[in-house]
C-alpha cells in the first residue's frame, strides 16, 4: 500500500541523547515536512525539503536536523540541544506541483517522551 | 501575516446532532489554498478537502460539507448527523505564501476536538 511510514511509534530519550525518528513514503513525492505537535499548538513546522539533499528551516528548527539522500527518505535527529522535545512528531509528504493538489499526506507519528 | 483561527477548542454532542467547526483565516494572497485534516486517537492526519480561493462553491461529500466564504474569511466544516466515529481532533490549514504567490506548506490552526457522545 502506498503511504507514509514514521518509526519507531513510541521513543523515549535521556536527557543529552540524540535520537532520530525515521520517516519513509512510497508516493513518489518530492516533497517531505516534518511537524511538532503539543498540546493546543497544533502543527509547527521543523523542516522540510523540496527535493533531494535539499532542505530548508521551518518556524521551529533549533536542536533539531535532517538529511534527505533519498527521495523516500527524511529523517529527524531531536539533538540534546533541543531544550523540550517531548511532544508528538509528524512526518508528511506532498507534490510540489501546484496542479497536482499540494495535498500533504501524514504518516502516523512518534511520540517521544524524555525520561 | 498569515494566520488560521479555529475559536473552538473543544465541542461535544450527542450522536446524530449537527455540528459545525469554524475556521477563520487571514491572508494578503489573493491565490491561496485552504485544507480541513481529521485527527483521529491513532494521531495520523487524514485528509478530507482541499479548496482554492476562486473556488467558492460550498462542497457536500456525505455527512460533510463545507462552507467557504471570501467575504468573511472562512471555510467552516459542517458534520450533519453526526457519528461517534467522528469524534477526532480537525485542523484547518492555509497554504503559506512567498514571493512567489501559495506554496504548498501549510499554516495550521490549533484544531478543535470534537467529542460525540454515544
Known amino acids: 500500500d502506498g503511504g507514509i511510514t514514521q518509526s519507531p511509534k513510541y521513543l523515549f530519550r535521556k536527557e543529552g541523547q540524540n535520537v532520530t525518528l525515521s520517516c519513509e513514503q512510497n508516493l513518489n513525492h518530492d516533497a517531505m515536512y516534518w511537524y511538532r505537535q503539543d498540546p493546543g499548538q497544533g502543527l509547527r513546522l521543523i523542516y522540510y525539503?523540496?527535493?533531494?539533499?535539499?532542505?530548508q528551516k521551518g518556524d521551529i528548527a533549533e536542536g533539531y536536523s535532517v538529511s534527505r539522500e533519498k527521495k523516500e527518505s527524511f529523517p529527524l535527529t531531536v539533538t540534546s540541544a533541543q531544550k523540550n522535545p517531548t511532544a508528538f512528531y509528524l512526518c508528511?509528504?506532498?507534490?510540489?506541483?501546484?496542479?497536482?493538489?499540494?495535498?500533504?499526506?501524514f504518516g502516523q507519528g512518534t511520540r517521544l517522551t524524555v525520561v | 501575516a498569515q494566520k488560521v483561527t479555529q475559536a473552538q477548542t473543544e465541542i461535544s454532542v450527542v450522536e446524530k446532532e449537527d455540528v459545525t467547526l469554524d475556521c477563520v483565516y487571514e491572508t494578503r494572497d489573493t491565490t491561496y489554498y485552504l485544507f480541513w485534516y481529521k485527527q483521529p486517537p491513532s494521531g495520523e492526519l487524514v485528509f478530507l478537502i482541499r479548496r482554492n480561493s476562486f473556488d467558492e462553491q460550498n462542497e457536500i461529500s456525505g455527512r460533510y460539507s463545507w462552507n467557504f466564504q471570501k467575504s468573511t474569511s472562512s471555510f467552516n466544516f459542517t458534520i450533519t448527523a453526526s457519528q461517534v466515529v467522528d469524534s477526532a481532533v480537525y485542523f484547518c490549514a492555509l497554504s503559506e505564501s512567498s514571493w512567489g504567490g501559495a506554496t504548498n506548506k501549510l499554516i495550521f490552526g490549533t484544531g478543535t476536538l470534537l467529542a460525540v457522545q454515544p
Open positions: 508528511a509528504s506532498s507534490t510540489i506541483y501546484e496542479g497536482a493538489g499540494w495535498i500533504a499526506f
Open positions: 525539503s523540496q527535493i533531494v539533499n535539499d532542505f
